[in-house]
């Protein structure tokens, strides 16, 4: 049996359980509430880089989300580390707002926004099912608050870059998100909100979106589809999901099992080819941890040195050029995601502290 069919059959037997537990906890009032500090604005760190996160972008419905493989703890572990490793201190993460409501609805058709308090809609879109006794409170407070809050770090973070030349968002890359819908585990599309409101605030550059996540960014695709001063690079692996593709400007398929050493130099190739336009005033890289070799929806090879020399391969496309770097978190389902994600965004920290080569 291959390994999204195991999954499926893993989610189906834990289903069960899972729902009559969390029914019973929001019942009686039991579970605990997400965390959700106060905004702060973050410290500078080293290079001027900055990164955003707060526990408030964990999605926590009474259990129902380990139903789907992405672990909401991922974000938190990831941010624990980098803490360990002495890169950021606990009081130097950017804790953002919420991205407002307005904005959104620039990006989404209000309609699909107005259905996410359905629950039958909504389990489509995060493809766990949203027992029908939850109320839009609990949504809104559980599911949907935590998106916007980690879209806003992305916000932030594009911000953040522009000024400073590095931002990175320990959550979003939500590129499933199309203007008229969700799916794949993405509510709000944040790259949209983000290039809209540096739009808003006079920024004219070019913007290249390179996504590096196994699945193609069909949302992302969707968004810019009529916006020539955005070119996406979506690197993903073949005949998995999404299915039908959305067209991009470039979308590379890579084939099952492909390992470190061909996909660095196919990487290479491809950004070479990228960054031949002269005018490109931001890089976005949507950075998916599911190229690893043991996630389990998608079958790609890739080590977690191969993962670090790809995080670095794109930021020092960007920082040679002198472009701003703007990192996103994106998928990332199997035992290894948040060690890979640490790993690389420590290599970055680390880069971009160290004297200019």
């Not at 001027?48 to 419905?61: D, E, I, L, Q, T």
Request: charged residues 20%.
């Amino acid at each position: 049996m291959d390994q999204p069919r195991r999954w499926t059959l893993r989610r189906k037997l834990l289903g069960v359980g899972i729902t009559v537990v969390a029914l019973g906890m929001a019942g009686l009032g039991m579970a605990r509430k997400p965390l959700n500090p106060a905004p702060s604005p973050g410290q500078l760190l080293p290079g001027g880089a900055m990164v955003a996160w707060s526990p408030g972008y964990r999605v926590s419905f009474f259990g129902v989300e380990r139903l789907h493989p992405f672990d909401s703890y991922k974000y938190d572990k990831i941010a624990a580390e980098l803490q360990k490793k002495g890169l950021v201190p606990g009081d130097a993460f950017l804790i953002p707002d919420e991205a407002p409501a307005a904005l959104l609805a620039r990006v989404h058709d209000p309609a699909y926004l107005a259905s996410l308090t359905d629950n039958e809609r909504l389990s489509q879109v995060i493809e766990v099912p949203v027992p029908g006794i939850f109320g839009a409170k609990s949504i809104e407070a559980r599911i949907l608050a935590p998106f916007r809050r980690a879209t806003g770090g992305t916000i932030a973070m594009a911000r953040h870059a522009l000024e400073h030349g590095v931002g990175i968002n320990l959550g979003g890359g939500y590129h499933h998100a199309r203007p008229d819908g969700g799916h794949g585990f993405c509510v709000y599309n944040d790259v949209a909100a983000a290039v809209l409101t540096l739009r808003d605030q006079g920024f004219e550059g070019r913007v290249l979106i390179i996504d590096t996540d196994a699945h193609q960014g069909d949302g992302n695709h969707a968004a810019f589809a009529d916006d020539p001063s955005v070119y996406t690079l979506s690197f993903q692996q073949e005949k998995i999901f999404p299915q039908p593709r959305v067209p991009g400007d470039r979308d590379v398929e890579l084939r099952s099992g492909t390992d470190d050493s061909a996909y660095l130099a196919r990487l290479e190739r491809e950004l070479d080819a990228a960054f031949e336009a002269d005018d490109i005033g931001l890089v976005i890289h949507v950075a998916g941890s599911d190229p690893l070799w043991n996630d389990p929806l998608a079958s790609l090879g890739l080590t977690i040195d191969g993962l670090v020399k790809r995080d670095l391969m794109v930021m020092h496309a960007a920082r040679d050029r002198s472009i701003p770097y703007l990192h996103l978190l994106a998928g990332g389902y199997g035992p290894s995601s948040a060690e890979g994600s640490a790993a690389s965004i420590a290599a970055i920290l680390r880069e971009v502290a160290a004297p200019p080569r």
